[in-house]
């Protein structure tokens, strides 16, 4: 699983499996997915622009740097409790994405959190992000829960 690309990672996708594993969260939708470092989609399919990272938006490049921006929208999404960019246009949201203009998040949020999905995982230069090994050693001290990845099949 370490070199395969989601490219569609979005609250819609994901699913509640707590009859198995208490706290358990699986992902669906691999129709799009790929196993390379860096995959560039040749022609254009139907997608998800709002949780795309402004290399995707740009050059429909996707890496595990762009699922990791993703993961961060998928974050925002739970503490929001809505779409991202709710309200506007895919054209608006795609220029906002190549802007660089993220979403904000509500007060709510715990600022540490926030900061880390806005600075790291947000940020516009996909190899300054961190890896999502990192970011799940980030979440685990934050929470103080064991996370865990499970591979696919399982």
């Not at 699983?1 to 979005?10: C, F, G, I, T, V």
């Not at 890896?131 to 064991?146: A, D, I």
Request: with cysteine.
């Amino acid at each position: 699983m370490e070199n395969l690309k989601k490219r569609r990672l979005k609250t819609a996708g994901t699913y509640l499996a707590t009859d198995i594993i208490p706290g358990l969260v699986k992902l669906s939708g691999f129709g799009l997915a790929r196993k390379a470092l860096v995959y560039s989609m040749k022609s254009i399919k139907k997608l998800t622009i709002r949780w795309m990272a402004p290399e995707t938006v740009e050059m429909f490049r996707f890496s595990q740097k762009s699922d990791v921006y993703s993961y961060g929208v998928l974050i925002y999404e739970i503490f929001s409790q809505c779409e991202p960019y709710e309200g506007r246009t895919s054209q608006d949201v795609k220029a906002l994405i190549r802007k660089g203009q993220v979403n904000t998040f509500p007060a709510k949020t715990p600022r540490k959190l926030a900061e880390y999905v806005k600075d790291k995982m947000w940020d516009r230069n996909p190899s300054a992000r961190p890896n999502m090994s990192t970011v799940m050693v980030f979440l685990t001290k934050y929470t103080g829960m064991t996370l865990e990845v499970a591979a696919l099949g399982e």
